[in-house]
């Protein structure tokens, strides 16, 4: 077995404990939540007569975002379960309470796998949103659900292939044994801090664009209700813009909240990552090691996902509760009609 007599009295340690199995349990919990929420926000969005879009291009999206949030959230209520367990078994050695590093690997690789693939499908929306924006006059009848899943399946492939490969593959030991379930370690410094400041400022970059794609069918909403512009040629197909407008709009103002949100979280576990390693030696290992544990709390990137959208999904529901009132359960034409009311509507700016 390949470790060290102190590595095997560290892990003895937050065995004979009880902070850090209680920070796995809270942490397993919240996972599991995260879990029940999106499986919530699906089934309401299916049952929905309103749904936030209608687009097939950004519906293929947002379910990908969904899986792979749900992916996330049990790849590390596995890690939790399987690191639970062996803290808790009963052992001959201290070392037997050591992490096998092979099994480590396949459950890292499965949250690194869905932590880009998340990154990747806000970025693909954005794309998506923003050649909608450009191709405005056709895009309700350029559905093209199988490009914009091979390019979501393509792009986190090779994303995090190479994320895998040098944070993971490139710098393990299969043969070690680990106190922590960790991806970061000393070999794989450099590579997992590029790995984690790349997705960071990823996020950041897709809020401001999310902003401009908002800003810029505003612009275009009041540009249609006032007749001005190059488009008011099109009016055969006015109609069909103008709810491609609303729906981008809508979409952003779903997805801007989310993309900050999720920002802000993983902005706190990649600081806490900064923070807690000062506290080594000054506080107990038991106490540092939980609180290391504690920061990282990424996963609750799902819990923002579900419960933006079942905030803005309640708002967008009783913004049109009107219409079902009066006529019942709100299809396709009422919505088509709706939305020609809203764009004819006297400009109040």
Not at 18 to 30: E, Q
Not at 129 to 135: K, W
Not at 217 to 243: A, C, D, E, P, T
Request: charged share 15%.
């Amino acid at each position: 077995m390949n470790s060290t007599p102190s590595e095997c009295v560290s892990v003895q340690i937050l065995a004979d404990g009880y902070i850090f199995k209680a920070v796995l349990v809270f942490k397993t919990c919240m996972n599991l939540i995260g879990c029940g929420l999106l499986v919530v926000d699906y089934v309401l969005a299916k049952k929905s007569s309103r749904p936030i879009t209608f687009h097939q291009n950004a519906n293929v999206v947002c379910h990908f975002m969904r899986i792979s949030l749900f992916v996330l959230c049990l790849s590390y209520s596995s890690i939790a379960v399987y690191d639970y367990y062996r803290l808790s078994m009963h052992v001959i050695s201290p070392c037997d309470h050591l992490a096998n590093n092979s099994a480590v690997v396949v459950l890292r690789f499965i949250t690194t796998t869905t932590t880009v693939a998340h990154v990747i499908s806000l970025i693909v929306l954005a794309l998506e949103r923003i050649l909608c924006t450009v191709c405005i006059v056709g895009y309700e009848s350029a559905s093209s659900p199988w490009i914009t899943g091979f390019s979501l399946f393509g792009i986190t492939t090779v994303y995090s292939l190479t994320a895998n490969y040098f944070t993971l593959v490139h710098a393990v030991d299969p043969n070690r044994k680990l106190v922590f379930s960790s991806t970061r370690n000393s070999q794989n410094l450099i590579a997992y801090s590029a790995y984690s400041y790349s997705l960071l400022f990823s996020e950041l970059f897709i809020i401001f664009v999310f902003l401009i794609i908002k800003k810029w069918n505003k612009y275009l909403h009041k540009l249609y209700r006032v007749k001005q512009g190059v488009y008011k040629q099109q009016q055969s197909r006015l109609l069909s813009i103008k709810f491609q407008i609303n729906e981008t709009i809508n979409l952003m103002n779903v997805y801007a909240p989310i993309v900050i949100g999720q920002f802000i979280v993983f902005g706190i576990a990649i600081l806490g990552g900064l923070f807690v390693p000062t506290l080594d030696g000054k506080i107990s290992y038991e106490a540092y090691s939980a609180l290391n544990e504690a920061v990282f709390i990424h996963t609750w990137s799902a819990h923002v996902f579900a419960l933006i959208r079942f905030y803005k999904l309640r708002n967008y529901t009783r913004k049109v509760g009107a219409i079902v009132e009066e006529g019942g359960c709100e299809n396709t034409d009422d919505y088509f009609k709706r939305q020609m009311n809203t764009f004819n509507a006297p400009n109040k700016t």
